[in-house]
Each structure stands twice: as C-alpha cells, then as structure tokens.
C-alpha cells in the first residue's frame, strides 16, 4: 500500500533503486524538500494512480509514475553543477519576502533547471559559491561530519596579534541556536597574510558552516570584518571568474569534488597526516638501537617490568652470590686480620654463599683464605 511505511532500501542501488519521494519531487524541480512533504501530506501526489497518504513513501522514478496534482513529473537526465563568484549585496535563497537580490538569478542556464546554493554566504561576503541540483552531494558537501574545508581571504580592522589569532585557531564560545547554550567552534587553520597597524588580512579555512561564524568570531576578538570573501571549496579555488559571472565544473573538478566528500577520502588523509608525523619524529629522534641492532621494546617499559620467580632465584642469586662471597671475604679477610675474619667472614661467605650459590664455592673461598689469615674462618 502506497500510504503505509515502506522497508529501508539497502545502499546498493542496482538491488533496489527506490529512494524517497520527496527526494525526487526536489529533484523533478517541483519545490524543496520540505515543501514536497507538505505536498504529498496534502494529499496532492500519487503513484501509479493511488494518492499516497503518509510519508516515509519510497519509489522508483525509472519505472513508477508519479502525478501532482494531477500533473505526471519531469524525470531529470542528469545533475548540473555550477561555479559562481558571488557579489557583495546578494543573498543565497531561492526566494526572498523583503524582495533582496538573489543570487540565483545571475545564473542564466539554457536547460533552464532549478538550482540551490550548496551552503550559503551572507549578503555582505563574496566570493565561490556552488550551485547544483543534486541534492545527495550538497549533503555531502555542507554535513559537518564530512568535514569538507572552506577557505576564506578576511580583512578585519586593527592589528592582530599572535595571542588572538592563537585563540581563534583553538575556536571560541559562541551561541548555538539549535542546542540553546554555548558551544564552543572547530579548530580551524588561520594564517596571517598581512599585518598592519590598523588592518590585518587573513585567511581562515573552516571546517563547519555556523550563521555568520567568522563575523562573529572576529567580534570577540575585537577586530571587525572589513572585507570577506571565500576562495575556496573543498580542492575547488576561486579563479577564471570576474565578479557576477559562473561557469559549469569541469569532469575533473567534479571528480575530485565528489573523493573531497567522501568519508574514505578522509581515512586516506588521515592515514598520511600520522604517516607522516612518525616519519618526522624518527628523523629527528633517531631509532633506539642496542649494539647496532634496532630495540624491538621500549626500554623504559622493559625496565619496568618484574622478573620471574625462577630468573631471580637463579640467574641473580648465582651472580650476587659469587661476587658477593668471594670478593667481600677475601678483601675483608686479608685486610682485617683477626678482628674482622671472625665477624666478617661468617656473615659474607657463609650467609651469602650458602643461601644464594652453593656450586660457585662462595663458602670454600672464604674459609681457604680464613685459614692462611688467622685459622678463624671456620669459627
């Protein structure tokens, strides 16, 4: 039944190619996602001729037939992807109540498709600005888990010291409308372009999307924005554009957009990054070696660790007790005659001798030299 909620389809399209019907309404052009929802809510869209009456509906837009109101939908070919240099004074909606300027409408395409920003810029910054039809990248593209970086060239007013540009690298406090609290932003890389006495140029590479997060993170430092302008998305940089003007991307600037969103294009990055960091760390370390032989174990872990009952009660003992027993008894028997050779030796040869090594002959040592010094030994 078309109104009643339809098992998740797998992520391999070939096996089931059913996605969401609000997803291919946007797609057809028809309106937003969420205007297509309050659609098929309405009761307005149906599928091979039955009314779809609750959502989550999923089809397939190669072989059903899909009407609203009445009208059956235009199955889009393909997915239309365009660079464009955005000027100061425009906004990124696809439509405006105060009657504003939108960016949009710069962009005549022929095909004469519905286009959406992927991502947004206010209407006092410039610069590279994507817009697309195909909804699964913009997803990609602007969710913050995927972690797809933006380059900014930023002029603020005043000189900016090393501190604060320390502080705006670690990220800073700021209101969060969704969650209702303070939270504090992503690191992000910020590099000093030019500093003057009264105006500072930077350029900052974010790696989430906030309202109007640079503005605002140059307010807390004191040092508001002059100038603001991105240049970068992702591997994509903003060149061959005048302002106001777009162009369609290349087949090698999509390919290398699409890798950029991937979750296994991140892994590979990530993998370099500690690669290389390990590298770094034993040019300047050097391996830890034993005799010209590579150590295979920490050595302050191998230090620490407890020996056997069996290695200590005969590797230490034998090599305490030889050393022990002989040489304390022969300096101390030869050197302290008959005073020390009765409290000396007993205590040294005997004690330790007999206890830790009976074969290395601890005992016989010390009693032969206590004999030749004084006959006390054996006493």
Not at 97 to 110: I, M, N, Q, Y
Not at 155 to 170: N, T, Y
Not at 301 to 317: E, F, L, Q, V
């Amino acid at each position: 039944m078309i109104g009643m909620p339809t098992p998740r389809a797998p992520k391999n399209p070939e096996t089931n190619p059913k996605v969401r019907i609000q997803r291919v309404l946007a797609e057809a052009g028809i309106a937003s996602r969420r205007a297509c929802e309050a659609l098929v809510e309405e009761g307005a869209v149906s599928v091979n001729g039955r009314v779809v009456q609750g959502l989550p509906c999923f089809v397939d837009p190669e072989s059903d037939s899909i009407l609203v109101s009445g009208r059956r939908i235009k199955k889009p070919r393909r997915h239309y992807y365009i660079m464009l240099f955005k000027p100061r004074g425009f906004v990124c909606t696809s439509s405006d109540p105060e009657g504003r300027k939108l960016a949009l409408d710069l962009v005549d395409h022929p095909s004469a498709v519905r286009l959406f920003s992927v991502g947004r810029l206010d209407i006092d910054s410039s610069g590279l600005l994507l817009l697309t039809d195909d909804g699964e990248l913009t997803n990609r593209l602007t969710h913050p888990s995927y972690e797809v970086h933006k380059g900014y060239d930023v002029s603020v007013r005043g000189r900016v010291e090393e501190e604060e540009v320390e502080k705006l690298r670690k990220g800073l406090y700021l209101s969060d409308r969704k969650k209702g609290t303070a939270t504090r932003t992503a690191e992000s890389g910020v590099t000093v372009l030019r500093r003057d006495r009264d105006r500072t140029r930077l350029y900052v590479e974010l790696r989430e999307g906030r309202n109007r997060q640079i503005r605002r993170l140059m307010e807390r430092i004191g040092h508001p924005v002059k100038r603001l302008r991105r240049v970068r998305f992702g591997p994509l940089k903003l060149k061959g554009l005048a302002v106001g003007e777009w162009r369609e991307l290349s087949p090698v600037e999509l390919g290398t957009l699409r890798r950029a969103s991937t979750a296994e294009a991140r892994r590979v990055i990530h993998r370099a990054v500690v690669e290389k960091r390990k590298k770094a760390k034993r040019k300047k370390t050097g391996a830890v070696t034993v005799m010209g032989r590579p150590l295979k174990e920490d050595p302050v872990k191998r230090a620490g660790k407890t020996a056997s009952p069996r290695s200590g009660g005969s590797r230490t003992g034998s090599k305490t007790g030889s050393r022990t027993g002989s040489r304390t008894g022969s300096k101390s028997t030869s050197r302290t005659g008959s005073r020390t050779g009765s409290k000396s030796t007993p205590r040294t040869g005997s004690r330790t001798g007999s206890k830790s090594t009976p074969r290395t002959g601890g005992a016989r040592s010390g009693g032969a030299r206590g004999r030749k010094s004084g006959g006390q030994g054996r006493r």
